[in-house]
């Protein structure tokens, strides 16, 4: 993420910050590697303060492609995968410079790297293009993880909002997708309570508890 409390929020995209980015992203492999985690979200980071988005829009994607490239290399040997993630700029971050999957897409096309996919998380991209069927379906072959919170409030799957979660999921066991999908919410009140969205959800589904088929046992 870069030097937070100067304000910044990843580094893959911002000039004049790739040393600081190559030493995060060592260190981000050592952590990965030593917990077995094969996934790492490189943080492409905000416009800097006093600068307009549409005016160093180029720099920023020249120095994201760069960076991303290095990334894949040093990941391949790794055996580990690279995410983008678009955060939106409506709500949560107005100067973070990754913020559609459109514009992931496109980047992901430049660098030309298979171990560099997209981090779909559907709370941003319900903020800012909606359309989450489709966008699931055009950009499944990038995709290598999913987020998940209700909008607007960003809390639990099943609390009051515009997102219809159960459709969602058949969606994406019908498009086969096998990864995981990471709650990336803020829990209304307790962590355990709150997760009894999930339980319900199995057991409509006709699972047990751990997803797996009463049936089968």
Known sequence: PGDQEAGELGLAAVPGRQAAFRQGLAAAVQYARTVGCPRIHLMAGRVPLGTDRAAVAGEMETTFIENLRYAADLLAQEDMIGLLEPINSRITDP????????????IL??????NLKLQ???????????????????????????QIAQVPGRHEPNSPGEVNFPYIFE?????????????????????????????????????????TSKAAK
């Open 171 to 211: 969606l994406l066991e019908s498009l086969g997708y096998t990864g995981y999908v990471g709650c990336e919410y803020a829990p209304k009140g307790d962590t355990l309570e709150g997760l009894g969205w999930l339980r319900s959800y199995w057991d409509s589904r006709g699972l047990q508890h751990g997803g």
């Open 109 to 114: 096309e430049k660098v030309g790297r298979p």
């Open 95 to 106: 100067r973070y410079y990754l913020n559609t999957p459109q514009q992931a897409a496109a």
């Open 120 to 146: 779909l998380d559907l709370f941003h991209c319900q903020i800012m293009d909606g359309n989450l069927s489709r966008n699931l379906e055009t950009y499944f072959p990038l995709i290598g993880h999913i």
